[in-house]
């Protein structure tokens, strides 16, 4: 018979667990050969997981609240157009996790036919949850791996279109670090599983890293860095300088959500300097990057004041300035909502040194509230994702979140279900 040849790693990697059992268990063997049989085994070292302080999210609050951008009328009928209200078969993740961001996980309805913020929650979290939406043959959402939890992400059918955004949304839904999740086969994971595997996976060649830099954004604080599976140092200044390289187009929505990433970064680097730093004169962001980002946002903020339109939507080219209006493109006008209603959320976090006009605000308010509440709910359910960054603006613009008002709202005024 012929014998069996091993690779020279996975021979060595033998060789160690049968030491190991000499020695009684694996776990009694020293940290560091534990260390090289997960490298050799998997591909990647064992690293201790990264510090953090807090067993909630920490949140950004909105800055303004003003009924001359919206009414209470007028967002209600806005939010009421963005219930998730999505049919259960084949339920697609992203138009969840966009619906529990704008919403949360407290949101309640009183109907049974829109997804409450709990039952979004599970099924993002609990693999028996999306099978029951996908059916058994389906590639799971959540992956196993030797050290946490990822997620299947891309534009495979049930995955997670973009890097990281189930995990940013599942945090600015506001879940806490020890929520269970629960992956195909295993049982006993948090939440903080998924994001001690996103901290260790980032990387800085990543095509998409608004939403790593959000979610670590909200969670990490005064911690300003930290260290990869690859062995190099991450921080919130080199993610900072990731998003504020290349054109302004590039990046998904048109470009606009590294402006609300780097908006976010901003907000957060004042809480830490006031909060105290481990670095000394330094907050989230070193002073240096500080002003690079906010030069960046006071260029965003010269564009957006030449290129909007007479009755208040910006355009997809919208970084062209005035040349977005003498020339304009042929937009379709779900791609005005997704450039629109975008620019109105990160203005709504953000200082007014980094606004244009108010008159300009409530022009592009004007415009996504007539354009939201007109649409019909077939069109709508197929933008889902768009039109719920209008109603996260909006709420964010009368100091407020979605679920708060709505829940106040039909206290007074109730709807009916269908």
């Known amino acids: 018979m012929r014998k069996r040849r091993f690779p020279d790693s996975g021979f060595v990697a033998i060789q160690l667990i049968v030491a190991a059992a000499f020695a009684g268990s694996l776990n009694a063997v020293s940290v560091d050969t534990r260390n090289q049989i997960q490298k050799m085994v998997t591909g990647r070292p064992t690293l201790p997981p990264v510090h953090i302080e807090y067993e909630q999210p920490l949140r950004v609050e909105p ?49 049974p036919q ?28 959540l992956q196993v791996r030797p050290q946490g939890l990822a997620v299947r992400w891309g534009r495979q059918n049930g995955a997670s279109v973009h890097h990281d955004h189930l995990l940013a949304s599942l945090t600015e839904a506001g879940i806490p670090l020890s929520q269970p999740v629960y992956a195909p086969g295993r049982h006993r ?36 860095n930290w260290t990869t599976f690859d062995g190099r140092r991450m921080s919130f200044n080199l993610l900072a300088r990731r998003l504020l390289r290349g054109h302004k187009r590039h990046g998904v929505c048109s470009g606009t959500h590294r402006v609300y990433s780097l908006v976010l970064l901003v907000r957060l680097d004042e809480m830490t300097r006031v909060s105290g730093s481990p670095n000394a004169g330094d907050g989230l962001l070193s002073r240096a990057v500080l002003d690079e980002v906010f030069n960046y946002l006071e260029m965003i903020r010269d564009l957006i004041s030449v290129s909007q339109f007479q009755d208040g939507h910006w355009p997809s080219n919208w970084y062209e300035g005035a040349d977005a209006v003498i020339a304009p ?26 606004h244009p006009s108010r ?60």
């Open 63 to 111: 800055l303004y609240d003003d009924p001359d951008v919206v009414s209470d009328a007028e967002l209600a009928a806005v939010l009421e157009k963005i219930r998730p209200k999505f049919p259960p078969e084949q339920l697609k993740p992203n138009h969840v996790e966009h619906a529990l961001r704008t919403w949360g996980i407290d949101a309640t309805f009183g109907d």
């Open 114 to 141: 829109v997804m409450s913020g709990v039952q979004m929650r599970d099924f993002l979290i609990d693999h028996s949850r999306y099978v029951k939406s996908w059916g058994g043959d389906a590639q799971p959402l």
């Open 189 to 224: 994971m948090t939440f903080n599983d998924m994001l001690q595997e996103a901290l260790r996976d980032v990387r800085l060649d990543e095509r998409e890293t608004e939403w790593s830099t959000m979610a670590f954004g909200l969670w990490l604080p005064p911690r300003c």
């Open 329 to 354: 493109t042929d937009d379709e006008e779900y791609r005005k909502v997704i450039a629109t209603g975008h620019h109105l959320e990160w203005l709504a976090i953000a200082p007014p040194k980094l």
């Open 359 to 418: 008159e300009q605000i409530r022009r592009a308010a004007d415009w996504l509230i007539e354009t939201t509440i007109g649409q019909s709910d077939e069109l709508l359910l197929e933008s889902y994702t768009f039109y719920s960054h209008v109603g996260n603006a909006l709420a964010l613009w009368r100091g407020t979140r979605p679920a708060d008002f709505w829940r106040e709202w039909q206290s007074r005024r109730p709807i009916r279900p269908e």
